[in-house]
């Protein structure tokens, strides 16, 4: 990287990160675009809306989330100190509820009665349906077919918190296809209904929304690191499917010349197999639900289908954020497959008595090979995004078992 | 003069209104495409907006979702649709052919790339439903290098100054969406319709085309009273898929719906 950027200044004032963002929608849904830009850019400093955020997430969510150190499994790996950041004990499990709290307040703001929401892994949904509950909003979560089969815990969550959740059978009948339904359906309701975009992706202003509202997870985990640790990080992993997470932890550290980012796309089968959901480890640039971003696309520009044991990284392309830190060499990215996921899920488990969601189990199974080749006195913190009790039953498919 | 160009100011010549009906191409096989092409034009159309398929048609409602599904199934590329529309123009000079769809099936062959191997083939405008004006603006001068008029959507929720902007931006015609929802939605309220597109005329001087509700000679005929061009797809897209696996029936049926509507809007 020759000369770092201003990254606090980014997007610019059309949602652009270099050549990515922006809003390519459907001319219906650029009036409630700019509406929202507008709103947002009124609250987001003013202090009555920090004040309410912020409430929220202490005696809602639970915040701030432990950083906690994995002292026994860092001494197994041998090398430098793994810390985890807990965002697996939120309120409803992950790290989607801090910017579903954050969008909830803005539809509140703009006087919409209804929200609704795609989601994969079902975590974004469970998290909007309980800000629903909680603000009496009429809710509706749009969710791939495949994925409503394979996270039937978090569906019947969401029916119990009184949401109605929607199969997609379009397409993939996964994450991306619950996105296209999801727009769909706000062009015709768009009069009432808020949009809750669970990830770091769509249209502008949704990239930088929803990294606002999670970059709470970076600023306690600086914060804490310093308490605690003495000293910033020396890197930081994430997994990435949209990548909001990820850029929650990033963002705050970006300034920080020493701390070495790792996102972590899914790798699938294997990256040379094709079957996988990893656009910035080998895609290419291209325009997809509102946005510019890498991508996973045939000659044709079709889109493909992604693999991934993981519903919430089961999406073939990537917040343009991302794509932007990419190009210009500030975060790397790499993949972990099926398999390391998988047995990263297990160890953690038996070796620290945490299950974590098997989205972040990317992360974990890329710190387990980044934390060997660095020194004791280094420092790792991996942001957990969430629990794993959701794939319990994934697991146990695998594993052989049927209840 | 711009073949869409000298379309509208004919038709205006003799009062009548454009007829545009809307088929994806390769819906359900490549071959149905260009014979469907001319079979249209006997019908009565005026101007042919051809869909290129994309496997996320996010402003789409089932029937084009599903038309795209057909075309995709064997690889219907943009390629071959500019293949189809050179073929067509073998024997037909003058009906205007836009293509219609999402940016990324164009973007990935380069947008110079893509302009220009659409102006050699015979293509007079592009609609991409997912680029607005404020995105377009890298493109825009490199479609008019090669004549291509860019036709943005007007919605009944764009602001007096958007319809300002998107008319400067655009070329061709105007293409208002009737309706707050994706193709193929139920309900077309005409009145209100000749309400906003009067609002249009005031604030932008290119022709307007309605399109999305309109599935019938009847609807065709009310929206010909208050718009200079009436665009017509999930009907037609319906009738391919009903005669799918006869496609020697597919002329016929899209035919004989278009010459009801012409019938209709030339009364
Ligand atoms: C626990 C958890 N982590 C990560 C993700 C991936 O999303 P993102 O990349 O936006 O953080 C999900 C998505 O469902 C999730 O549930």
């Known amino acids: 990287m020759s000369e770092r950027p201003d990254f606090s200044a980014f997007p610019d004032a059309r949602g652009h990160f270099g050549q990515f963002g922006g809003s ?202 310093l308490k605690q640790a003495g000293q910033l990080p020396d890197a930081l992993v994430a997994c990435v499917g949209g990548g909001s997470n990820a850029i929650g932890l990033f963002h705050p550290f970006l300034n920080d010349e020493g701390v070495a980012m790792y996102g972590v796309e899914a790798a699938g089968d294997g990256i040379e197999t094709g079957r996988h959901a990893a656009p910035l480890s080998a895609g290419r640039p291209g325009v997809l639900h509102g946005n510019r971003t890498y991508l996973m696309e045939d000659d044709n520009g079709q889109i493909i289908e992604t693999h991934s044991v993981s519903a919430g990284l089961d999406y073939p392309g990537v917040g343009p954020e991302h794509s932007w830190l990419k190009d210009i060499g500030r975060v790397n990215y790499v993949a972990a497959d099926d398999q390391e996921a998988l047995s990263a899920f297990r160890e953690l488990t038996q070796v620290e008595g945490i299950m974590p969601a098997l989205e972040s189990a990317h992360a974990l199974a890329y710190a387990r090979k980044l934390a060997p080749t660095m020194s004791p006195d280094q420092n790792i913190v991996v942001n957990l995004s969430g629990r794993g009790d959701k794939d319990i039953l994934t697991v146990a498919a695998i594993d052989g078992i049927e209840f | 003069m711009r073949r869409i160009e000298s379309c509208f100011q004919r038709l205006a010549d003799q ?185 249009i005329r005031n604030l932008a001087q290119l022709p307007i085309g309605v399109g999305f509700g309109i599935k019938d000679a009847e609807s065709a005929q009310a929206v010909s009273r208050v718009a200079d061009g009436v665009v017509v797809g999930s009907a037609l897209v319906n009738q391919i898929a009903e005669n799918k696996d006869t496609p020697n029936a597919i002329n016929d049926a899209v035919g004989g719906i278009l010459s009801a509507m012409r019938n209709a809007m030339d009364q």
Not at chain 1, 152 to 158: A, C, I, S
Not at chain 1, 161 to 167: K, M, Q, S, T
Not at chain 2, 126 to 152: N, T
Request: glycine share 8%.
């Open chain 2, 15 to 199: 009062k009548r209104k454009a007829l545009i009906p809307f088929v994806t191409a390769g819906d359900p096989v490549k071959e149905v495409t260009v014979p469907l092409m001319h079979a249209m034009v006997d019908a009565g159309a005026d101007i042919i907006e051809l869909g290129v398929p994309f496997s996320d048609p996010m402003a789409d409602g089932p029937v084009i979702q599903l038309a795209c599904e057909r075309a995709l199934a064997h690889n219907t590329s943009t390629r071959d649709i500019l293949d189809m529309v050179k073929t067509f123009r073998e024997t037909n000079a003058d009906t205007p052919v836009v293509l219609m769809g999402y940016l990324n099936p164009v973007e990935v062959m380069g947008y110079e790339a893509f302009a220009k191997a659409a102006a050699q083939a015979g293509v007079d405008g592009v609609l991409l439903v997912d680029l607005p004006p404020e995105e377009a603006l890298d493109v825009k001068p490199l479609m008019d290098a090669q004549g291509l008029d860019m036709i943005f959507l007007v919605a009944p929720t764009t602001s007096d100054a958007r319809i300002k902007l998107i008319g400067q931006a655009g070329s061709g015609y105007l293409y208002y969406v009737s309706l707050k929802g994706v193709t193929g939605s139920a309900t077309l309220n005409v009145d209100e319709v000749a309400s906003r597109v009067e609002t």
């Open chain 1, 24 to 225: 390519f929608v459907s001319e219906t849904l650029m009036g409630a675009l700019d509406e929202l830009t507008a709103m947002y850019a009124r609250l987001k400093d003013d202090p009555q809306f920090r004040a309410d955020f912020d409430y929220d997430l202490a005696h809602y969510v639970g915040r701030p989330s432990p950083l906690y150190l994995a002292e026994r499994w860092s001494k197994q790996l041998g090398g430098a100190k793994i810390w985890l950041k807990r965002e697996d004990l939120n309120h409803t499990g992950a790290h989607k509820v801090n910017n579903t709290i954050g969008q909830a307040l803005l539809a509140k703001h703009m006087g919409k009665p209804r929200v609704i929401a795609e989601t994969g892994a079902g975590q974004h949904g469970v998290a909007t349906a309980t800000v629903a509950a909680r603000l009496g909003l009429t809710c509706q979560v749009y969710m791939g077919a495949e994925d409503v089969e394979r996270q039937k815990l978090n569906v019947y969550r969401m029916k119990l918190l009184g949401a109605e959740v929607i199969p997609v059978t379009s397409g993939s009948r996964t994450l991306k296809d619950a996105m296209n339904e999801a727009m769909r359906d706000w062009v015709t309701n768009v009069d009432d209904t808020f949009y809750i975009i669970g990830t770091v992706a769509g249209p502008h202003p949704y990239p930088q929304l929803v990294r606002d509202f999670q970059c709470i997870i970076g600023r306690e985990a600086r914060e804490q690191s």
